[in-house]
């Protein structure tokens, strides 16, 4: 499916049309401020800027936004900036806020984290006990010498759409994001990126998650992320993972001490990981797992329509451990996996249930050296997924991995919307009319296949033309 353009919901647009307007910082100067002023249902409207502050919702269920929130500008995300100053987290929602506390449309940014215990937690965000949206955000450069180095969870029910966790480190776990104790999440279109821990012994350098949480990713990447256990993600115990339209690739677990493990996904014990059209591939773990690393007892993995692929040793390792591994299973079908049976290592502490479809074949990504794992036109995962599986936005029979190949769309040049065999003018005009969703003729419009189209493809466009 093409998205067009990503907007803030309409439930927050709606929030701001009924409520009051606190505007920053024409009325405050400082977001704070507002916030102190403001009452349930408001809405704290920040202007382009760059405010070094620490915010706290102190309880008010309300809207903060840039401009982003009423025009759905995305370029007010990188233009309305809250530094944090290193003396804290950016943004602090801890006092049982409900469903309508909204935050869209901010760089988060320089922040250092809550200290609570011992730890200092969340840099740019620090959630606890609260039932946040999270929107239209990007969170990077963030440092906290505990846990959570972008984000940091505790048991709450948040939701995160079109969000970047970016660049971000923690001392101990969850250099991106780091989830503890009964928290219900959804992620959807969230980029986890380029974050790491301490390497001496830190996990999960995109995600750490610990103690019954259920998680619910939907087009998604992880990717580049480092850890000494879990470079992409690592899931303790009593986890429940759905992944849906997700790639996990080019995570590192990086051996200090010995041991670094499960590059893409270090999964623990009696926890659950369900993973429908997923990418996971070169990924690198310099101990054990390059794809996916299963640590300990009664864990349940299905992998359905996916691909694991360009691992330099096992792509699914079950770890051998006499006392505590055990009752270890793992469901594969019409998935592509590097190595069919010989790519999984299970020494003899689980139980693979290979289904039906199941192939071990180069699944021809666009070009996985510069990260894109977009499927050529010959792919062997076309139309491979289950024939029982949801249809592909296209129509067709479901693709194996994250990003099903468009089949209706023929482009002998990608960009020549007019089919004229030249990209010109006519063809930008017509591109800025499929980004305000003025034009249906957009299917050539992707020109770097990210199944987005927006202004880098317009720029690509001019590109071409100026030679």
Same mark, same amino acid.
């Given at each position: 499916m093409l998205h067009m353009k990503y907007l803030c919901i309409s439930f927050s647009l709606l929030s701001v049309m009924l409520s009051a307007i606190i505007h920053v910082p024409d009325e405050y100067s400082s977001i704070q401020q507002?916030? =102190?002023?403001?009452?349930h249902g408001d809405t704290v409207l920040v202007q382009p800027g760059t405010y070094i502050e620490n915010i706290n919702y102190n309880g008010k269920n309300i809207v903060v936004g840039s401009l982003t929130l009423l025009t759905g500008d995305t370029t007010y995300i990188h233009e309305t900036i809250i530094d944090g =100053?290193?003396?804290g987290s950016v943004v602090t929602i801890e006092s049982g806020e409900d469903s309508t506390t909204v935050l869209c449309g901010f760089t988060l940014t320089n922040g250092s984290g809550s200290i609570t215990t011992?730890? /200092?937690?969340g840099g740019g965000l620090f959630c606890e006990y609260s039932s946040p949206l999270i929107e239209n955000m990007i969170i990077s450069n963030n440092t906290v010498e505990g846990y959570g180095g972008g984000i940091y969870i505790h048991t709450s029910n948040v939701k995160l759409y079109n969000v970047n966790v970016i660049n971000n480190f923690s001392e101990?776990?969850?250099g991106g994001v780091a989830v503890w104790l009964y928290s219900n999440l959804l992620f959807e279109n969230v980029n986890i990126v380029e974050n790491t821990v301490n390497p001496e012994g830190g996990e999960g350098g995109g995600l750490f998650c610990i103690g019954y949480n259920n998680i619910t990713m939907?087009?998604?990447?992880?990717?580049?992320?480092? /850890?000494w256990g879990g470079g992409g993600i690592l899931s303790t115990s009593f986890n429940n993972l759905y992944l849906e339209n997700v790639e996990i690739s080019e995570n590192h677990a990086i051996e200090i001490f010995g041991g670094g493990h499960g590059g893409g996904i270090s999964f623990g014990h009696e926890s659950t990981l369900n993973c429908t059209n997923v990418t996971i591939a070169q990924n690198v773990a310099d101990g054990w797992g390059d794809g996916i690393f299963i640590a300990s007892y009664d864990t349940e993995i299905y992998?359905?329509?996916?691909?694991?692929? =360009?691992s330099i040793t096992d792509n699914i390792y079950f770890y051998y451990d006499y006392y505590n591994s055990y009752n270890n299973s793992i469901i594969i079908s019409h998935s592509d996996i590097q190595g069919g049976l010989d790519g999984i290592e299970t020494n003899g502490y689980g139980i693979i249930n290979w289904l039906d479809g199941n192939i071990d074949t180069d699944p021809l990504f666009v070009? @996985?050296?510069?990260?894109?794992?977009? %499927?050529? %036109? =010959?792919? @062997?995962?076309?139309d491979a997924g289950d024939p029982y599986s949801s249809l592909d936005p296209d129509g067709t029979i479901a693709d194996m991995g994250a990003y099903y190949f468009h089949q209706t769309i023929i482009c002998p040049l990608i960009g020549d919307l007019n089919n004229d065999s030249f990209i010109n003018i006519i063809d930008i005009v017509t591109t800025v009319g499929c980004i305000l969703e003025e034009s249906n003729e957009c299917g050539c419009a992707d020109m770097n296949s990210d199944n987005i189209i927006d202004v880098v493809d317009i720029t690509l466009m001019v590109g071409i033309i100026l030679g």
């Open positions: 507002g916030i =102190n002023s403001s009452s =100053n290193q003396t011992q730890y /200092a937690l101990f776990s969850g939907i087009n998604m990447k992880i990717n580049g992320n480092s /850890a992998f359905y329509d996916s691909i694991l692929w =360009n070009d @996985p050296d510069i990260g894109n794992y977009y %499927l050529q %036109l =010959n792919s @062997p995962c076309i």
